[in-house]
Structure formats: structure tokens, C-alpha cells
């Protein structure tokens, strides 16, 4: 996951872009910020700390396809 906001990094066209990487029900959570080059989480952490069964990640999930989808209709305009 990280490769692939490397990979783009240069040509995101929004201050910052959530991202989400899941293996089984576990998740891992991303944000890259444009004006920093921040992305997080860092490297060397334990990636999926989110488990999809959870409520809490469920509704980050949710949180996050709403960000997304706000972008993409804002770009549509």
C-alpha cells in the first residue's frame, strides 16, 4: 500500500487521500497528506489494527467511502 501512494504521490490533487488495505476481516487505515508528504501510518508499525467485525472499524469504513466519495463529486464539477 505504501508503494502505491509513493508510486502517485506527485500527482494527488486533493490535500490528503485516505486509503484503506485489508487482509481477511483486519484493516489498516492510510492518509497521505499532500503538503507534507506525509503518509501514515508509519513503516514499522502493525499494519491491520482494525478488525472490519469491530463496530468502531465498520463505521470508519463508512467514514472514510463518504471522504472519498465527496472528493470524487467535488472533482466532477
Not at 28 to 36: G, I, L, P
Not at 51 to 59: G, P
Request: aromatic share 10%; with cysteine; net charge positive.
Amino acid at each position: 500500500m505504501r508503494d502505491r501512494f509513493r508510486t502517485f504521490q506527485h500527482s494527488v490533487g486533493k490535500p490528503r487521500l485516505p486509503g484503506i488495505s485489508a487482509f481477511g476481516t483486519r484493516l489498516a487505515f492510510y492518509e497521505y497528506v499532500s503538503a507534507t508528504t506525509r503518509l501514515t501510518p508509519p513503516a514499522i508499525v502493525q499494519q491491520w489494527t482494525h478488525d472490519l467485525l469491530d463496530a468502531n472499524s465498520a463505521t470508519r469504513i463508512l467514514q472514510v467511502a463518504q471522504e472519498v466519495l465527496a472528493m470524487c463529486q467535488a472533482m466532477g464539477n
